[in-house]
C-alpha cells in the first residue's frame, strides 16, 4: 500500500494463533499416546534404513552428503529419530522428518512395508522437485499425513483420496496440482477428516491451452468433523457453496488469495471460528452475519469488495487481530472500547466518515491502529495515559483530519511509526524536538499537511535515528541542522517546501536509500561527488539547480532532474552510472547536444523521458532495436532529425512513444507494429511524409494516437479494413494531408468511447510499474511508480495541455485535412466523446442528426466544410456542449432557440449566408418557426456549469507513487 514502510504484524499476537499449529499438536499428541518398550521389527528397521540411503543433505558449499542421524543396523529403531513405535515398541507407528532440509529420493516400496505407520510427517524439506511417493493407499492405517513444502510437484496422485482413515491431511505446497483428481473428488471417500490443508495447491484445469480456476464443491459440506480448512492461494472461483454452513465444527478457515465471488452469509452458522481468512477475493455484501462469530480471535477480510457498516465489531470481544482494509466499508467507524484484547487494527483503503474517538488510542492490547486512506474528518482530541499505551504503529495518513497535532499522541513512549500524512493538520509547531523523547521513533511522516515546522536547535541528542522521515509541504526553510547526524536514515523526503540556496555536502553523507528534494528553490549543489553516494533513489525535479548535471550514484533505480535549469550537454559516460536505473527523467531542462550512445548500456531502464530540451542529431537506432524493458520512450519538445529508428526489437515492450515536436522525417517503421502492448502513440508537429500506417489497426492496446501536424496523405481505410481499435479515447490527425471518405466501420470499433467509465475504473492515463527497495526488517520490499501521459488537445479552439489524462477523457481531431463527403452517422454512437473537431475539410452533406445522442459532448467544431441544410434540433439536448464552431458552411433555417443554444454567440453561426435568428442579426422570414423545448432546469445548469475539466499543478514526488506532471480531474457533477 504505498511505499511508506510496510507493516509488520506484531509479534506477540502469535502467541494467540495457535489453532495454525494444531496440525502439528494433534501429530505429537498422537504418537505421545503410545509407550516404547521391546525391539522393534527387523523388517521395519531395514526399510527405514533403505528410505535413509535415497536421502542427502547439502551443505552451504552445494556438496551432497549423506544424513548423520543415528540410524543404524542392530539398534532399536523405536529410538531413532523421528521414529515412534507402537506400546510393545515392535511396529514403527510414527514417522517424522519434517524440517530436516533433506535432498534426495524416497523409495516408495520401502515407506509403504511401514504397514503400520499412522502419522507420517516429511514437510518442509527439499525433495528436488519429484513427484509426491506412489502407493500411500497400502499404508491402510495412516490417519495422519503431511506432505507440505516438501518440494514435492506435480499432480496429487489418485490413491490419497483412497485413504479412508486419513484425520489430518496436508499438502500445502507451491508446486503441486489438483486437477485428476480434482479437489471433489480428492475428498469424497475421506469422511473422517478434521483438518484439510491445500494452501497454494493450483486447483484448475487445464483446457485448449486456457487454465480456468476451480470451484469449491458442495460436498465439501460432508466433511462434518473438520475442525481445520486451509484453502489459501488455490486458485478456487465462484461462490461459497451454502453447504459450507454445515461445518459446525470449524475453528480455523482459511480460503484467502482465490478469485471467490458473492455473499459470505452461508458463514453465519460458523460460531465456533476461532480464526478466519477471507482476504484477497471478490466478495461481496454486508457482512452483518459476522455479529454471530463471537469467538474470533483472527479475522482479515482485507482486499474485497464488502459494504456496509462495520458496527459488528462490537460484539467479537475476543479479536485479537482485525484486518478490514481495501474493502467498501463506509460509515463511522466503529466503537471498539469493549475490545480489550485487540493487539492490531487494519481499518486502512476504505470509505469511513466522521471522527476518530479518542478511546481507539486507548485500548490497553493496541499495538498497531491503521487508518489511512478513508474520508475521517475533524479534530483528534487528547487522549489520557499517553504514557502506558503499548501503541507501536499509528497511520492516519490521506485522511481529511484537521485542526493541531494532539500532543498526547506525540507523547506514546512505543511508538515506532507515526505517519500523518496528507491530511488537514495545522499549527505552527516551535521545532522537532518535541519528537526528541520518541528514541524508539523510526518512521515519521507529516507531509501534505498545513504545517509549519521550525528546524529546532541544534543539538542533534535531542532526535532518535530515523529510517524513514517525510517533511513534505512543512513550510521548511532550510534544511534541518539534526539531519547531520543521522546515520540510519533510509528514506528522507523534504519536497514542497521553500528550501534556497545549495544543496549541502553534508547530506550526502546520510546513508539514504532515497532522497526526494523535489519542488523546493534549489539553485545549486555544493560542489560533491555524487557518484560515490548509495542511493537509489534521487528525486530533484522542480528546482532551481543550473549548470551541469551532476553524474548519479551507480546503484540508482529511480533518477529525476527534470523541471530544472541545467544547460548542460548529457555527459557522454552517463549510461554507465544508470545500469541499475528502471527511471531517468531529464525533461524541461535546457541539454544541449546529442544522446549520447552509452545510454543503450542503461539495459534496466524502463522509463526514459528527455523531452522539452534542445537535444538535437539522429535518435540512436539501440534505444528501441534493444531486446530489453524499455516501456516509455519520450523525447518530444527536441530537436531531433532525420528518420524515426527503422528497427523495432522483436520483443518491443513500449508502452508510451512520444517523439512530438521535433523535426523528424520520412516513413514510419513497419516495424513499429511489433510493440504489442503500445498504448500512446505521438508522432505529431514533424515532417513526416508517408500515408496512414495500416499495421495500426491491429494494435488493439492503442489508447492514444496523435499524428498531428505532420505530412500524412492519403486515405486512412475504407470499409474492408479491419479495426480494432477498441481501447481508443483520442485520436488527433489534424493538419495534414488526408483524403477520401471518412469510412463507417473506422468508428464502430471503438468500444470505449461508446462505454461508461465508473468512479471505481476510472483511472489516469499512463504507465505503472514496481521496483525493489530495501526496508529495514524485512528485507526487500516492492515499490510503486507511475508514469503519466501528457499532451495537448484543441479544445474550444484553443490549443490546451492535458497534463493527465483520465480515461474517462475522449476526443476526435480530424480538422485540417481533405476528407470529404457525408460525415458518417456511425460518430453519433461515440456517446461518451467529449470534443469534435472536424473542421477545415470538405465535408458535404447534412450535420447527422445521431450528433444528438453525444451526450457527453462539450466542444464540436464543424466550421469551414460545405455542409448544408438545417441544423439538426437534436444538437439541443446537448447539456454539457459549451462551445460550438457551425461557422463558414452553407447552412440554412432558423437556429434553434433552445437550451444552450442561446448562449452561443454571432460567431459560432457566422459564414453561413442561409442561417437566420438569434445571434444573427439576420431575422427570419417566411420560415416556419420551431417551437422551443422547455427551458432547462436549474440542475441542468448547475451540472453544465460544475462539469469542467480542471489543471491542478503538482509534480513528480516520491511517495505513493512518483507522478510526472500536473494532475488532471474531473469535478463531478454535485
Not at 505429537?28 to 499416546?33: F, K, V
Not at 528550501?499 to 539514504?512: C, F, L, S, V
Not at 546529442?594 to 539495459?603: G, Q, R, T, V
Amino acid at each position: 500500500m504505498g511505499s511508506s514502510f510496510c507493516t509488520t504484524k506484531s509479534p506477540a499476537i502469535m502467541r494467540f494463533l495457535l489453532l495454525p499449529l494444531l496440525s502439528f499438536l494433534l501429530f505429537h499428541s498422537q504418537i505421545s499416546e503410545f509407550g516404547v518398550s521391546g525391539k522393534c521389527n527387523d523388517d521395519e528397521s531395514a526399510s527405514l534404513l533403505q528410505l535413509k540411503r535415497g536421502f542427502y543433505i547439502s551443505t552451504h558449499s552445494g556438496l551432497q552428503v549423506a544424513v548423520s542421524w543415528n540410524w543404524k543396523w542392530g539398534t532399536d529403531c523405536c529410538n531413532w529419530e523421528g521414529v515412534t513405535c507402537d506400546e510393545s515398541g515392535v511396529h514403527v507407528i510414527g514417522l517424522d522428518l519434517s524440517r530436516l532440509s533433506i535432498n534426495g529420493t524416497i523409495n516408495s516400496t520401502a515407506l509403504i512395508r511401514l504397514s503400520n505407520l499412522r502419522i507420517l510427517n516429511l514437510s518442509h524439506n527439499k525433495f528436488n522437485s519429484i513427484p509426491i511417493p506412489s502407493g500411500l493407499d497400502h499404508l491402510s492405517k495412516l490417519t495422519h499425513l503431511n506432505l507440505s513444502y516438501s518440494g514435492f510437484i506435480g499432480q496429487i496422485p489418485v490413491e490419497i483420496s483412497r485413504m479412508k482413515n486419513l484425520i489430518s491431511l496436508d499438502l500445502s505446497s507451491f508446486s503441486k496440482q489438483l486437477q485428476a483428481p480434482n479437489l471433489k473428488q480428492l475428498i469424497q471417500n475421506l469422511s473422517n477428516l478434521k483438518e484439510l490443508s491445500l494452501s497454494r495447491v493450483d486447483t484448475s484445469a487445464q483446457a485448449q491451452g486456457t487454465q480456468l480456476s476451480g470451484e469449491l464443491p458442495v460436498s465439501i459440506g460432508n466433511l462434518k468433523s473438520l475442525v481445520k480448512l486451509q484453502l489459501g492461494y488455490c486458485n478456487l472461483s465462484g461462490s461459497i457453496p451454502y453447504t459450507l454452513e454445515n461445518l459446525t465444527q470449524l475453528v480455523h478457515l482459511d480460503l484467502s488469495s482465490n478469485n471467490f465471488t458473492g455473499s459470505t452469509s452461508w458463514l453465519a452458522n460458523l460460531i465456533q471460528l476461532v480464526y478466519l481468512d477471507l482476504s484477497s477475493n471478490n466478495f461481496t455484501g454486508s457482512t452483518s452475519w459476522l455479529a454471530n462469530l463471537t469467538q474470533l480471535v483472527y479475522l482479515d477480510m482485507a482486499s474485497n469488495n464488502f459494504t456496509g457498516s462495520a458496527s459488528w465489531l462490537a460484539n467479537l470481544t475476543q479479536l485479537v487481530h482485525l484486518e478490514l482494509s481495501d474493502n467498501n466499508f463506509s460509515g463511522e467507524l466503529p466503537f471498539l472500547p469493549q475490545l480489550e484484547k485487540i493487539m492490531e487494527v487494519y481499518l486502512d483503503y476504505n470509505h469511513f466518515t466522521g471522527a476518530i474517538s479518542s478511546s481507539l488510542f486507548t485500548l490497553p492490547s493496541l499495538h498497531t491502529l491503521v487508518l489511512s486512506d478513508n474520508q475521517l474528518d475533524g479534530q483528534l482530541s487528547e487522549f489520557p495515559n499517553a504514557f502506558s499505551s503499548l501503541l507501536e504503529e499509528v497511520d492516519l495518513s490521506n485522511n481529511k483530519l484537521q485542526g493541531p497535532i494532539p500532543m498526547s499522541l506525540l507523547q506514546l513512549p512505543r511508538l515506532e511509526q507515526l505517519r500523518l500524512s496528507s491530511n488537514n493538520f495545522n499549527g505552527m509547531y516551535g521545532n522537532l524536538t518535541m519528537y526528541g523523547n520518541h528514541k524508539k521513533l523510526l518512521s515519521l511522516d507529516l507531509s501534505g499537511n498545513s504545517l509549519s515546522i521550525d528546524i529546532g536547535v541544534d543539538n542533534s541528542s535531542f532526535f532518535p535515528q530515523f529510517l524513514e522521515l517525510k517533511l513534505g509541504s512543512c513550510n521548511l526553510s532550510e534544511f534541518p541542522y539534526f539531519l547531520r547526524n543521522q546515520n540510519q536514515l533510509v528514506f528522507l523526503d523534504l519536497s514542497n517546501n521553500k528550501i534556497r540556496g545549495e544543496i549541502p555536502t553534508w547530506i550526502w553523507n546520510i546513508p539514504n536509500f532515497s532522497l526526494n528534494l523535489s519542488h523546493n528553490m534549489l539553485t545549486g549543489i555544493e560542489p560533491y561527488n555524487i557518484s560515490s553516494t548509495q542511493l537509489e533513489v534521487l528525486d530533484l525535479h522542480s528546482n532551481m539547480l543550473q549548470g551541469s548535471i551532476p553524474l548519479p550514484p551507480p546503484n540508482t533505480f529511480i533518477l529525476d532532474y527534470s523541471n530544472n535549469n541545467f544547460t548542460s550537454v548529457i555527459p557522454s559516460d552517463i549510461g554507465s552510472y544508470i545500469t541499475s536505473g528502471f527511471f531517468f527523467s531529464l525533461s524541461r531542462n535546457n541539454l544541449t547536444g546529442e544522446i549520447p550512445p552509452s545510454f543503450c548500456d542503461a539495459m534496466l531502464l524502463v522509463d526514459l523521458d528527455l523531452s522539452n530540451n534542445g537535444l538535437n542529431g539522429s535518435i540512436p537506432q539501440c534505444l528501441v532495436g534493444r531486446s530489453v524493458d524499455l516501456h516509455v520512450l519520450n523525447l518530444g519538445g527536441n530537436f531531433f532529425s532525420g528518420t524515426i529508428p527503422q528497427t523495432f526489437a522483436d520483443s518491443c515492450n513500449l508502452r508510451i512513444l512520444n517523439l512530438n515536436e521535433n523535426q523528424l522525417e520520412g516513413h514510419v517503421p513497419t516495424s513499429l507494429g511489433k510493440c504489442r502492448e503500445l498504448q500512446v502513440l505521438d508522432l505529431g508537429n514533424n515532417m513526416i511524409s508517408d500515408t496512414f500506417p495500416s499495421w495500426l489497426w491491429n494494435m488493439s492496446t492503442l489508447a492514444v494516437l496523435i499524428l498531428r501536424n505532420n505530412r500524412f496523405y492519403g486515405p486512412i481505410g475504407d470499409d474492408r479494413t479491419n479495426y480494432a481499435f477498441q481501447m481508443l479515447q483520442i485520436i488527433d490527425l489534424s493538419s495534414n494531408g488526408f483524403t477520401g471518405n471518412l469510412p463507417s466501420e473506422f468508428f464502430k470499433s471503438w468500444k470505449l468511447m461508446t462505454t461508461t467509465i465508473n468512479e471505481d475504473d476510472n483511472h489516469i492515463l499512463g504507465f505503472g510499474f514496481a521496483y525493489t527497495g530495501y526496508y529495514f526488517g524485512s528485507g526487500d520490499v516492492v515499490n510503486d511508480m507511475y508514469y503519466q501521459f501528457t499532451t495537448t488537445v484543441t479544445n474550444k479552439g484553443q490549443n490546451m495541455e492535458l497534463p493527465k489524462i483520465l480515461t474517462v477523457f475522449k476526443s476526435l481531431d480530424l480538422s485540417q485535412n481533405q476528407f470529404h463527403g457525408d460525415i458518417p452517422e456511425a460518430i453519433g454512437e461515440l456517446n461518451f466523446l467529449h470534443m469534435l473537431n472536424m473542421s477545415g475539410n470538405n465535408f458535404t452533406g447534412q450535420i447527422p442528426k445521431s450528433f444528438g445522442n453525444l451526450s457527453q459532448l462539450e466542444s464540436l467544431d464543424l466550421s469551414r466544410n460545405k455542409l448544408s441544410g438545417e441544423i439538426p434540433q437534436e444538437l439541443t439536448s446537448l447539456t454539457f456542449l459549451s462551445m460550438l464552431d457551425l461557422s463558414k458552411n452553407f447552412l440554412v433555417g432558423r437556429i434553434p432557440q433552445d437550451r444552450q443554444f442561446s448562449t452561443f454567440e454571432n460567431s459560432s453561426f457566422e459564414g453561413n449566408p442561409g442561417l437566420c435568428g438569434t445571434p444573427l442579426s439576420r431575422k427570419c422570414e417566411n420560415s416556419k418557426v420551431l417551437e422551443p423545448s422547455p427551458s432547462p432546469s436549474s440542475e441542468d445548469v448547475a451540472s453544465r456549469s460544475n462539469r469542467e475539466w480542471s489543471f491542478i499543478p503538482m509534480g513528480l514526488g516520491y511517495g505513493v507513487g512518483l507522478g510526472i506532471v500536473a494532475w488532471f480531474q474531473v469535478l463531478r457533477r454535485r
